[in-house]
Nanobody, 123 residues
Framework: QVQLVESGGGLVQAGGSLRLSCAASGRTFSVYAMGWFRQVSGKEREFVATITLTGGYTDYANFVKGRFTISRDNAKNTVYLQMNSLKPEDTAVYFC????????????????WGQGTQVTVSS
């Protein structure tokens, strides 16, 4: 069992930056691939970024490539999402996910979820 707690969301102007954190507790963090997803009310949860258990491979949704960076610190049991050049369309609740799969590219692949953190980008 793994517990995930996101933090770092908030209100930011377009063009600004935020860094989300996801702290894990429970089973050994380093055995899990991690991912970030986001969801707008009334829409399906969508993939944002993923990172392998060693951090050696990352993948991103096309709409965040070049703007967002996922990273992890296994010593701190934490995964991060650095979000730069934010746009109003990035407004969503952002969720952290963990899985024993190699990467997490779709919501159905996640085994554990955090509670989410709201990101609001004003124009």
């Amino acid at each position: 069992q793994v517990q995930l707690v996101e933090s770092g969301g908030g209100l930011v102007q377009a063009g600004g930056s935020l860094r989300l954190s996801c702290a894990a507790s429970g089973r050994t963090f380093s055995v899990y691939a991690m991912g970030w997803f986001r969801q707008v009310s009334g829409k399906e949860r969508e993939f944002v970024a993923t990172i392998t258990l060693t951090g050696g491979y990352t993948d991103y949704a096309n709409f965040v490539k070049g703007r967002f960076t996922i990273s992890r610190d296994n010593a701190k049991n934490t995964v991060y999402l650095q979000m730069n050049s934010l746009k109003p369309e990035d407004t969503a609740v952002y969720f952290c996910a963990a899985s024993t799969t190699t990467v997490i590219l779709r919501p159905s692949a996640a085994q554990y979820w955090g509670q989410g953190t709201q990101v609001t980008v004003s124009s």
